[in-house]
């Protein structure tokens, strides 16, 4: 089952705008990731925030995390047509399982 | 450094025939994960392994088995393959510790026919 689920599930902009996606989780967590994925490839791994963290900051990329509300946000800066991909938050839980659970992804297409 | 590798890229099966897949994990990772991704959705977690015991089994049925080598590489095989099998399997694998991040190979694209 789904874990997180991001907002919105496509979003299209033009280059040199910022683009914000959200995720939003229904248990306690560890920590959150955010992903990128290029047409159907592999993931790459943008940032970790970690629960008792609220902000992080990665070159162009920013991300904040809600603990109350079970909600992250990526903030992807002065955007680049290299940046369209789909973008995924996973979530991981304490214990021993160290399982990763995604949401179902925000398309991002930045338009030249 | 060689990031994590798996093999093979693209496979088309029949339905009923079994699959073995394979991984390698970054030298050092001990943990190994497999993820299973169907088209339009994102990854769902099959199995993790750390220094070769099960460590955590998503919701699949047990159609599905892996392992995981001395030398940490892991191997995931689906028997009795179904249509809703065919997706993108995907491989991560990270060192010990809870706030590690998971490095994912590039996938086996898995077609069912």
């Known amino acids: 089952s789904q874990q997180g689920e991001e907002d919105p599930q496509a979003l299209s902009i033009q280059e040199g705008e910022n683009a914000t996606m959200n995720c939003s989780y229904k248990?306690?967590?560890?920590?959150l990731q955010w992903y990128r994925q290029n047409s159907g490839r592999g993931l790459v791994h943008l940032i970790l925030?970690?629960?008792?963290?609220r902000e992080k900051h990665s070159g162009r990329l920013r991300v904040t995390l809600d603990t109350s509300k079970k909600s992250s946000s990526l903030l992807i800066t002065a955007s680049r047509a290299a940046d369209t991909a789909s973008y995924f938050c996973?979530?991981?839980?304490?214990?021993?399982?160290?399982?990763?659970?995604f949401g179902s992804g925000t398309q991002l297409t930045v338009l030249p | 450094d060689a990031g994590v590798t798996q093999s093979p890229t693209h496979l088309i099966k029949t339905r009923g025939q079994q699959v073995t897949l394979r991984c390698s994990p970054i030298s050092g990772h001990k943990s190994v994960s497999w993820y299973q991704q169907v088209l339009g959705q994102g990854p769902q977690f099959i199995f993790q392994y750390y220094e070769k015991e099960e460590r955590g089994r998503g919701n699949f049925p047990d159609r599905f088995s892996a392992r995981q080598f001395p030398n940490y590489s892991s191997e995931l095989n689906v028997n009795a393959l179904l249509l809703g099998d065919s997706a993108l399997y995907l491989c991560?694998?990270?060192?010990?510790?809870?706030?590690?991040?998971?490095?994912f190979g590039q996938g086996t694209r898995l077609t069912v026919v």
């Open positions: 925030i970690r629960s008792n963290e």
């Open positions: 991560a694998s990270s060192l010990a510790g809870q706030n590690t991040e998971a490095f």
């Open positions: 248990t306690s967590i560890n920590n």
């Open positions: 996973a979530t991981r839980t304490s214990g021993s399982a160290r399982q990763l659970t």
